[in-house]
């Protein structure tokens, strides 16, 4: 299995901390959000490579935090070239430029780089490989319809088969959001392309889940864990102050 995570955003909502640091290399109660995502990688069995795909502006920050981590042994860093949140090429584009470079022999864990979550990545694979007919979503039960409208909604049948996908609707028809997690068996991967050539929405995955839910299958895995989106300054205080918390509880 090869493990994919997306750091080439930029982050505007969250500047002026994000002018000069990227949004997974902020630190959240003390440690790095990219660190924590690497603590759960390290749990899983079969990592082949983890690929971090950033950007030209951010390049430079994340060879210094590679060459000081720990994994580094197993750590690729892919530029995507962008410069700016102008000119940036969007998520659809970042995973189809990662999956050139590790191939489609391999499974594929995809990551959000900004993500914060308590649950174990071996339970998601373990349940993506149990459903390897088609690609996995890790989901976060929100619990309210007017918060869900910020995120991609999805609903799912009594076998976690994934019936409708909608990327920021207006009217929600659940409150299971997508965490930026995905899992995609090998002979899934070459679908990223046909999306890229066929669609023109390129900058959240939630719009390509959508189209493989139309087109095959796609399950959905609901975790009851905490999960932080860092969207704004005032999200990433919330998330800072609980996870100072949580370390002075460990």
């Given at each position: 299995m090869n493990v994919v995570i997306l750091a080439a955003g930029y982050a505007v909502r969250l500047e002026p901390l994000t002018l000069t640091t990227p949004k997974?290399?902020?630190?959240?109660?003390g440690r790095r959000i990219v660190d924590r995502l690497m603590d759960k990688i390290s749990g899983l069995r079969d990592v082949n490579s983890v690929t971090v795909i950033t950007n030209a502006k951010f390049l430079d920050k994340f060879v210094l935090w590679k060459d000081g981590s720990a994994?580094?042994?197993?750590?690729?860093?892919?530029?995507?070239?962008?410069?700016?949140?102008?000119?940036?090429?969007?998520?659809?584009?970042?995973?189809?430029?990662a999956t050139n470079?590790?191939?489609?022999?391999?499974?594929?864990?995809?990551?959000a780089?900004?993500?914060?979550?308590?649950?174990?990545?071996?339970?998601?694979?373990?349940?993506?490989?149990?459903?390897?007919?088609?690609?996995?979503?890790?989901?976060?039960?929100?619990?309210?319809?007017?918060?869900?409208?910020?995120?991609?909604?999805?609903?799912?049948?009594?076998?976690?088969?994934?019936?409708?996908?909608?990327?920021?609707?207006?009217?929600?028809?659940?409150t299971l959001i997508s965490t930026g997690i995905y899992y995609f068996p090998k002979d899934k991967i070459g679908m990223i392309k046909e999306y890229s050539r066929t669609q023109e929405r390129l900058d959240a995955p939630g719009y390509y889940i959508s189209w493989l839910a139309n087109k095959g299958e796609v399950y959905g895995c609901p975790f009851t864990e905490d999960w932080y989106d860092i969207g704004n300054i005032e999200s990433y205080k919330k998330a800072d102050a609980e996870y100072k918390n949580k370390e002075k509880e460990r």
């Open positions: 997974p290399l902020l630190e959240v109660g994994y580094k042994g197993k750590l690729l860093l892919l530029n995507d070239a962008s410069t700016n949140n102008d000119n940036r090429l969007g998520a659809i584009k970042d995973l189809m430029l470079s590790v191939g489609e022999l391999e499974d594929l864990l995809v990551i780089g900004d993500n914060l979550f308590d649950f174990g990545l071996d339970r998601f694979v373990k349940f993506a490989k149990a459903h390897d007919r088609g690609v996995s979503v890790a989901l976060y039960d929100i619990g309210s319809i007017d918060l869900a409208k910020s995120f991609g909604v999805l609903k799912i049948d009594s076998g976690n088969k994934v019936v409708s996908f909608e990327e920021k609707p207006q009217t929600p028809k659940s």
